[in-house]
């Protein structure tokens, strides 16, 4: 017997994920309590869990989808990734538009942004992706299961029991004989307070009614820079509040010192190694103190402030304390196969210490898990080959070590650096600012790191990682052929750079 469940989303993240036009989900709440063993549950449908849904049927696993919200997708789909990037490229779009005399294209010296086209347009992303993942779910023949998911302890005879929570509080019990915890993770705030229509998070700040006149964001990692960034092409004034001495803190120093050159040309008010004090409500926004790096204080009042301090996991009340589990700050220890230290039980995603939070780390996270449970030949998560993008204007695509660590890890150096500035296409897109910076191992010319930063850069930073996975050297690539006019032919001029020999600089 199968019963079906369906359940109106709470207000609150799962409404901001659904957008405006939030419509009705249902799942099937499948024979839970009957005979059924799943080979496994994933508790968690965004990207990580679903990832490791679809191969898990591809590899002929009996799988089920537990899913707490009433839409498939998680924080990427609805609140993280995919919001962002499209409103980024409507900024870029904006951007290219204030040049549009320049290309050739008259009367659109007054253009008017319509802000709720921009929401709509997201929303009509979002949806077509999550309708999408619908389909995939079937196509591979998961089974989707609404509720929340709570271990019940170790296995029994091999047999986990998933204790599940629908919306209207009815208790259910699944049988499984793995489980993949795929919880992902909160945005974090300051000072205990609450996310409301002035205090955002990435989720508030995701539906918005109007761009606002002021911004003040607190924290420059990728959400926090892409927000200033959208928000600065759509004409609010932004403040960049970081605690740490420079923005992009886990970039390439180079990286970080560009772009805040180029945020501050863009009139980005950036401020670094600044503690913030308090954020309080005011007639007309919010006030936020912070004491400067010269020790002074220095109050700032906005209509908004985006809160972008990082993301905590979550895996409180999933019943993780029930099992060997072992749990470092909240983040749950894995081992090369994501395996926990609870037979049958893994973990990916967000969740795991370790790993940034990325999509395609959590994607990957659960390929690899569900090809061990399926008894395949896998690889491990290759940690030190994972792409890092920010798609701010200008954007940043970078892997391997920075020259920092590189020295660090005892490496003797080689750096190449091209500039934007000297390649055509570059110029040819209107976007010349930024370079390429190689760092190279000086014994063997191998390609310890790429820091891109400029047109492009989240997707040049594909070919850098290729290039580290086959363990490229510098002169192998000196010699490697790339189309004309390209951005890509940045990459070929950076290798050179390393012998100092860029064609273009
Ligand atoms: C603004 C923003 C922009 C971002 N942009 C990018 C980007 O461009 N590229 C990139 O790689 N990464 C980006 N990220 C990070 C990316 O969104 C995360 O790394 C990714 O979503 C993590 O995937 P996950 O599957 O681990 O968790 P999530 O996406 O958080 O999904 C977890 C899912 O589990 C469900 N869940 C939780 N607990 C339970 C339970 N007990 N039972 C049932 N269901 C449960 C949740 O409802 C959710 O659907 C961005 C993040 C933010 C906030």
């Known amino acids: 017997m199968a019963f079906r469940a369906s359940f109106r989303l709470n207000r609150g993240e799962s409404a901001a994920r659904a957008g405006d036009g939030a419509q009705e989900w249902s799942f099937v709440l499948a024979d839970t309590t009957l005979n059924t063993i799943y080979d496994v549950a ?9 990832t490791a849904a679809i191969r898990g049927g591809q590899l002929g696993l009996k799988v089920a989808l537990i899913e707490k919200d009433s839409v498939l997708g998680g924080t990427c789909l ?4 995919i919001p962002t990037k499209t409103l980024l490229f409507n900024a870029e779009i904006w951007d290219h538009l204030k040049h549009a005399t320049e290309y050739g294209i008259d009367n659109v010296d007054a253009p008017q942004l319509n802000w709720e086209n921009v929401l709509k347009r997201k929303t009509a992303i979002v949806d077509k992706h999550t309708k999408g993942l619908g389909f995939l779910m079937k196509k591979n023949k998961v089974t989707v299961v609404a509720g929340f998911g709570r271990l019940t302890g170790p296995a029994k005879d091999g047999v986990h029991t998933v204790e599940l929570t629908a919306g209207d509080g009815t208790k259910s019990q699944l049988k499984t004989k793995n489980v993949i915890v795929a919880t992902g993770s909160d945005a974090k705030m300051l000072f205990g307070m609450k996310p409301d229509d002035r205090i955002l998070t990435n989720i508030e700040i995701l539906s918005i009614p109007a761009v606002p006149k002021s911004l003040i964001v607190i924290g420059a990692g990728a959400v926090g820079v892409e927000f200033a960034s959208i928000f600065r092409s759509y004409g609010s004034e932004v403040t960049i509040v970081e605690f740490l001495p420079r923005i992009m803190p886990p970039e390439d120093e ?6 805040t050159r180029l945020f501050k040309k863009r009139g980005i008010d950036v401020n670094t190694s600044c503690k913030v004090e308090k954020i309080e409500k005011t007639a007309a926004g919010v006030k936020v103190t912070w004491t400067g790096a010269n020790g ?7 209509e908004k402030v985006l809160v972008a301090v990082g993301r905590g996991p979550r895996t409180e009340a999933v019943g993780l304390e029930k099992t060997k589990v072992e749990i470092d700050r909240g983040f749950v220890k894995v081992h090369e196969a994501q395996e926990t230290a609870e037979p ?8 795991v210490a370790g790993l940034p939070q990325l999509a395609h780390v959590g994607a990957m996270s659960g390929i690899v898990a ?21 798609y701010s204007e200008p954007q940043i695509g970078s892997a391997g070590l920075t020259e920092a660590q590189a020295k660090e890890k005892g490496y003797t150096v080689k750096v190449g650096k091209f500039p934007f500035a000297g390649n055509s296409k570059a110029t040819i897109v ?12 000086a014994k063997y010319g191998e390609i310890l790191g790429v820091h891109i930063l400029g047109p492009s850069a989240t997707e040049l930073i594909a070919e850098a990682v290729a290039v580290m996975e086959l363990e490229g050297t510098v002169d192998e690539l000196m010699f490697t052929i790339h189309a004309h006019p390209t951005l890509s032919e940045s990459m070929l001029d950076a290798y050179a750079a390393v012998e100092g020999m860029a064609i273009n600089a």
Not at 344 to 351: F, R, S, T
Not at 373 to 388: S, T
Not at 430 to 441: E, L, M, R, T
């Open 344 to 351: 049958g039980v893994y973990a990916i995603g967000d969740i």
């Open 430 to 441: 209107n976007s010349h600012d930024g370079f390429v910076k190689i760092v190279a191992d």
């Open 296 to 302: 002074k204080t220095v109050e700032k009042e906005a």
């Open 254 to 259: 180079e990286i970080s010192k560009e772009l």
């Open 78 to 81: 609805h609140v993280g990734c």
């Open 370 to 390: 569900v090809t061990k449970i399926a008894g395949r030949k896998y690889r491990p998560v290759q940690r030190e080959r994972i792409p890092a993008c920010t």
């Open 42 to 50: 994933v508790i968690g449908s965004g990207p990580a869990g679903y």
